[in-house]
């Protein structure tokens, strides 16, 4: 009996086989990129190529496949089912078992697995005016896991889902095409099990463009040692317990580290910001400088009004710790630029926002009452990127919210050019200040009121 199945089962590969090997002429079984390359070569040198023909194959030998693969399942299963005679008999018959799970239905079951994910294009219409409609960008990838993310959701239970779409489209940025040996290394791990320790190189491709990231299936490890945050009386104004960060990834290995006299703490932006007894002086204590605004001068032209905010910056939260003193809630930007500033943020009881500058805001179109910005847009940034950047500030913030613009600076000669930004959208100016920064560089500073806009 399973001996006839098998010679059956050996029968039935043969003639896969020999109906797979017509396709490895059309580069179907090609490895690695050979995949995506052949398949677009498809579809760009060959647009006679009769891609409906081609599906039909491919289900016909998928459906060889699976018919195979159950044939010689039940035949293990009835087998198994036999195993005291089995044993009797010769030990010839076990071995062939195992042959059959080990050497026939694994490769099998892989192959088919393999198959399954060539995703070819789905044909709509008939006749000349075919369209070819493919999910996009699914074949540039190799790593199962990032096919498997990208391929878009159907919903379980009806036609379209919650969102009135018929699929989700899990979404990596396309500049993760630059980036492609680090994006499948990002996604190359163990389904269920721990993830390598590799933020920086989440954030290394985040910054890279590849913004944002998928979405992982392993374990984010913790700090091994990690301890309760300090209450909230307290942590506001305490440097944390440098237990609960994971360093393995900074130059520093403790907070002392990251103090500004020391020239290896790893980061350029904000030195000194994890120094505590620096931070509490900013906001709140006059300086010489008339760029300064402080906090209370700032609420005053509002008052009451600003309740919930934005902090677009680099920093370890203290704009928004001293503003929670005065009841507003503001959400800080931080990302991990050589020092632990989100966690950091965090720890402080504070609310980090974990962003680039390539993203849309996460945020509805007047809503904020307040955007503060400091140390992070400079001299540097190209002006086109800052349209956008203040276009989309503007769109956040509400009638009547502030636009607050701190210590923004640039060399002399362009600050013409930053100023006619900054005023392009007519802001009421409550401050407006100007201080030479050094010889060829001023800062700016203004505080600036979103118009209504009733259209
Ligand atoms: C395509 O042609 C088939 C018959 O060949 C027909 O049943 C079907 O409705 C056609 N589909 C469209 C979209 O015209
Ligand atoms: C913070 O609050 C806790 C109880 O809520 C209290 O025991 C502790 O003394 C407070 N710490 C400070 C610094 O006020
Ligand atoms: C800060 O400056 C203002 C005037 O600019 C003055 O009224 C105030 O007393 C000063 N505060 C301190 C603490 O020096
Ligand atoms: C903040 O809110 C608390 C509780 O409502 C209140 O006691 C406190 O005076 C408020 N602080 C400020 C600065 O408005």
């Known amino acids: 009996m399973g001996w006839i199945q098998i010679v059956l089962g050996g029968l039935v590969i043969f003639v896969s086989l020999c109906s797979l090997f017509r396709f490895y002429t059309a580069g179907f079984f090609l490895n690695n990129?050979?995949?995506?390359?052949?398949?677009?070569?498809?579809?760009?040198?060959?647009?006679?190529?009769?891609?409906?023909?081609?599906?039909?194959?491919?289900?016909?030998?998928?459906?060889?496949?699976?018919?195979?693969?159950?044939?010689?399942?039940?035949?293990?299963?009835?087998?198994?089912?036999?195993?005291?005679?089995?044993?009797?008999?010769?030990?010839?018959?076990?071995?062939?078992?195992?042959?059959?799970?080990?050497?026939?239905?694994?490769?099998?079951?892989?192959?088919?697995?393999?198959?399954?994910?060539?995703?070819?294009?789905?044909?709509?219409?008939?006749?000349?005016?075919?369209?070819?409609?493919?999910?996009?960008?699914?074949?540039?990838?190799?790593?199962?896991?990032?096919?498997?993310?990208?391929?878009?959701?159907?919903?379980?239970?009806?036609?379209?889902?919650?969102?009135?779409?018929?699929?989700?489209?899990?979404t990596i940025g396309h500049a993760c095409v630059l980036m492609k040996k680090e994006l499948q290394e990002y996604m190359d791990y163990d389904i269920g099990s721990y993830c390598r320790d590799d933020w920086n190189l989440a954030q290394k491709l985040m910054l890279g463009g590849c913004d944002p990231l998928p979405r992982r299936r392993c374990l984010t490890r913790a700090s091994k040692l990690y301890q309760r945050p300090y209450p909230i009386n307290e942590s506001l104004w305490k440097i944390p317990d440098g237990r609960n960060v994971r360093w393995s990834n900074y130059q520093c290995r403790n907070y002392e580290c990251l103090s500004s006299k020391n020239p290896k703490r790893g980061y350029i932006k904000c030195s000194g910001c994890f120094e505590m007894d620096k931070e509490k002086l900013k906001w709140v204590t006059n300086t010489s400088l008339p760029i300064d605004f402080l906090i209370k001068h700032v609420l005053k032209v509002k008052p009451g009004e600003i309740r919930i905010g934005l902090d677009f910056g680099v920093g370890t939260g203290t704009f928004a710790a001293r503003m929670r003193e005065e009841n507003v809630t503001i959400v800080s930007t931080a990302l991990n630029l050589g020092a632990p500033f989100s966690e950091t943020i965090a720890l402080r009881g504070l609310i980090p926002l974990y962003l680039t500058l390539n993203q849309r805001l996460p945020f509805f179109d007047n809503t904020m009452d307040m955007i503060h910005t400091t140390g992070i847009l400079d001299g540097w940034i190209d002006l086109q990127l800052l349209d956008f950047i203040l276009f989309d500030w503007d769109r956040i913030l509400r009638p009547g919210g502030l636009l607050w613009i701190d210590r923004f600076f640039c060399s002399r000669k362009d600050l013409d050019d930053f100023m006619y930004m900054f005023l392009q959208f007519r802001y009421k100016k409550h401050k407006w200040a100007i201080s030479p920064k050094s010889k060829d560089e001023v800062y700016l500073s203004a505080l600036l009121e979103k118009p209504p806009r009733s259209l």
């Open 33 to 170: 990129e050979d995949i995506c390359r052949q398949f677009y070569a498809v579809k760009e040198d060959y647009s006679s190529f009769d891609i409906r023909a081609l599906n039909a194959q491919i289900d016909d030998v998928l459906n060889q496949l699976d018919s195979l693969q159950s044939k010689l399942e039940l035949s293990v299963q009835t087998m198994e089912k036999n195993k005291v005679d089995l044993q009797k008999g010769t030990v010839s018959r076990l071995e062939h078992k195992r042959y059959l799970e080990e050497e026939v239905i694994r490769p099998l079951y892989q192959a088919h697995i393999a198959l399954r994910q060539i995703r070819l294009p789905s044909i709509e219409g008939n006749s000349t005016e075919e369209v070819v409609k493919e999910d996009p960008l699914i074949n540039t990838f190799i790593t199962e896991e990032i096919r498997k993310y990208i391929t878009p959701k159907t919903s379980r239970v009806s036609k379209t889902n919650f969102y009135g779409t018929e699929k989700i489209y899990n």
